[in-house]
């Protein structure tokens, strides 16, 4: 699997970790949840992405056991 793709996952995963952090400490959180609550899902679509990607990924150099 290539390992741009994994580096672009985790880039993701955490740029939307950084947003929903910087939404909910905001001072317009207080006013408006939906906006922290959009960034939520935002990176919990991007862990997800990550993980999936986790479960099919062969990390450089190693072999799939065969059986």
Known sequence: ???SECKSL???LE???S????ARSAAYYR??????AKKNVNMER????LEEHKLICIPAGEVR???
């Open 46 to 49: 991007a862990r997800n992405d």
């Open 19 to 22: 947003n929903y952090k910087e």
């Open 1 to 3: 699997m290539d390992r």
């Open 31 to 36: 006013v408006s949840t939906e906006l922290a």
């Open 65 to 67: 056991p065969s059986g």
């Open 15 to 17: 740029a939307s970790l």
């Open 10 to 12: 985790d880039e993701t």
